[in-house]
């Protein structure tokens, strides 16, 4: 993933009711939610919720599908590990702060001791 795509996408998810939208998305899988379900799930009103989705979607975070009358939204988790992947491509490189990568490629931080804390 590229830094334009990556701010793409954080700048897509940076707002409350889409990375709700986008979490709800998430944990119902690859079955995803209709439209309907979203809206009643976050009570937004269709032309807000439609605008919402209509964000997520130009940045790759979702997709929809036509099923006969409904419209049903999917995460796209292929775009959602490529910006994880980014923002943590560099965490365990050889020379970085990071002590090395934990459970599911997490950063752990160095914890740095000698640092002197000012008692202004």
């Not at 590990?81 to 491509?89: C, E, K, R, V």
Request: glycine share 10%.
């Amino acid at each position: 993933m590229k830094s334009n795509d990556a701010l793409t996408c954080l700048n897509a998810l940076a707002q409350e009711h889409r990375l709700t939208l986008f979490r709800l998305l998430v944990q119902a899988g690859e079955e995803g939610m209709a439209v309907g379900e979203l809206a009643e799930a976050t009570g937004l009103p269709g032309a807000t919720l439609t605008n919402h989705l209509h964000i997520l979607r130009r940045a790759g975070m979702v997709s929809d599908e036509r099923l006969g009358r409904v419209i049903q939204c999917r995460a796209n988790y292929g775009q959602m590990n490529a910006l994880l992947g980014f923002l943590t491509d560099n965490c365990c490189a050889n020379g970085s702060a990071a002590t090395g990568c934990g459970p599911a490629n997490t950063c752990i931080p160095t914890v740095k001791s000698s640092r002197k804390v000012s008692s202004r």
